[in-house]
């Protein structure tokens, strides 16, 4: 008898629990920057509310490109609050319609959240990056506007001994800088593209801190064989 009553009374308590949850809503989840010239850089803030009854938290935020450079807070959201995610586009290097992606992992019950970035651009003669491929040979560096990237080739990584997908690699990377330089790890964003992994900061001061890890950790066959067993 005793058991049956805890039964009953576990239900209610576990069916309240089940609602007990954070929920967001934003104003937009998309913004079309509409036509834009190459090499210029467009800020956005995507806002939102935290409108369910828990704290809410992103605990992550990738993008499609290196282009696109978000900030945002980890700090824990509380129900009825606000906030939002700053977002950068640079338009150097693209032309014509572009599509990008944000793409956010958060506590929600459906966790990924995708937010979804439009432009048209048309070229600009005056536009010129600054880019460096003697000085950190294999590795690249080229500097835009607004972010910086350390370039590694995919080539240069199959060569060091890594057999897996560019896709792998770009996950890889984030998890051996994370493991060397917490605070680097938290500032930069991975991409890849066109055969190459893109190393993003916004601040150029970083620039050699990742290098140095990426050599030592990367470019080294022992050490990246020992990463790839061990993630």
């Known amino acids: 008898m005793i058991r049956k009553i805890i039964y009953t009374l576990c239900i209610p308590l576990n069916a309240i629990s089940s609602f007990a949850q954070p929920n967001v809503e934003f104003d937009t989840k998309k913004i079309d920057f509409g036509t834009i010239l190459e090499g210029t850089i467009n800020p956005f803030r995507f806002h939102y509310k935290n409108i369910g009854n828990q704290p809410f938290s992103i605990s992550n935020v990738s993008v499609t490109c290196g282009c696109t450079a978000p900030v945002w807070s980890k700090k824990e959201l509380l129900p009825g609050d606000t906030a939002s995610i700053y977002i950068e586009f640079n338009s150097a290097n693209k032309l014509g319609p572009v599509s990008k992606g944000v793409n956010l992992m958060t506590n929600c019950p459906s966790p990924l959240i995708g937010l979804l970035i439009y432009a048209n651009i048309i070229p600009d003669s005056n536009f010129i990056p600054t880019f460096d491929s003697l000085s950190y040979k294999p590795l690249k560096t080229t500097h835009y506007k607004s972010y910086n990237q350390v370039i590694v080739s995919f080539k240069t990584l199959q060569k060091k001994g890594f057999n897996g997908?560019?896709?792998e690699a770009e996950e890889l990377i984030p998890k051996i800088i994370k493991s060397n330089n917490q605070p680097l790890y938290e500032i930069v964003w991975v991409t890849s593209e066109n055969?190459?992994?893109?190393?993003?900061?916004?601040?150029?001061?970083?620039?050699?801190?990742?290098?140095?890890?990426?050599?030592?950790?990367?470019?080294?066959?022992?050490?990246?064989?020992?990463?790839?067993?061990?993630?």
Do not use: A, C, P, Q
């Not at 050599?215 to 993630?231: G, M, Q, S, Y």
């Open 195 to 231: 055969g190459l992994l893109m190393i993003n900061m916004l601040d150029k001061k970083f620039e050699k801190e990742i290098i140095s890890i990426v050599k030592k950790e990367i470019l080294n066959k022992k050490r990246l064989r020992f990463w790839v067993k061990k993630i």
């Open 165 to 167: 997908t560019l896709s």
